[in-house]
């Protein structure tokens, strides 16, 4: 039979064991799981060995790393928007503040180039920079009122002048939005000035032409008028006149009794009663 202190060395054992393999399970679970990295979709990593980047680019999805010595860093190759704000001045010496939305990317490829010489906060060191002298060096070509009414042609030559820049750097301009454009308030008012005087400008114009018009329409109905009196006349014979009176000559012999007014205040209209009834 086994003693007391035989069972307890015997527990202890086994305690011992357990101990281990708990142990051992625990570092190989670590291990493991820092045996493998995983890279999401829409980026591209990179080997990072005790602080040195390798050049190989991983896909997206799991990747095998030495544990504890080898990292994963992600790099997004997604769009990606930064956006800025400028103070400027433009070619008539107008103060201006310019916001602008820069959506970009980084060439896959390229991606070492840009962490192992950049770093990750090439925006920041890198886009916001560019686009701010971009934009001052833009807005000086233009006048105040030009960059309102350009906006589209100043976001294009923003556009190209940041393409290149940033394409030393393996950055790929997608898109360029200027947001606003905010002026001083004395320069927004001789604008709104301006537009109520071009405003008053074609409304007096417009009554202008309309006064004109209705002139040349009074004109050719005049015109129309004298035309047709002038064919009236015209048609005026002397046979129609003589009809003319032979009518008012019938009218008022309907009307008379066969007897002369006894007081006339003026002269009795002649009739030819025998040019009526044919009688000499």
Known sequence: METGTQQQTKRNMSVGKWISTTIIVIVVLIVGSNSYAQVEYGHVGLYKTFGKLNDNILGPGMHFKIPFVQTVIQVNTQVTKTETDTTASSKDLQPVSTHVAVNYSVNKESAYNLMNNIGGNYDTVII????????????????????????????????????????????????????????SDAFNQSIEAKQVAQQQALKASNDLKRIQIEAQQKIAQAEAEAEALKLKKQEVTPELVQLK???VQEKALEKWDGKLPQVTGGATPFIDIESLTGQR
């Open 245 to 247: 009176q032979i009518e």
């Open 128 to 183: 916001n920079p560019a686009v701010q002298e971009i934009v001052k060096e833009v807005t000086a070509r233009y006048q105040a009122e030009e960059l309102i009414a350009k906006r589209d042609v100043v976001a294009g030559e923003i556009s190209e002048h940041l393409t290149s820049r940033l394409a030393k750097y393996d950055l790929i301009v997608n898109e360029i939005n200027i947001v606003n454009f905010k002026f």
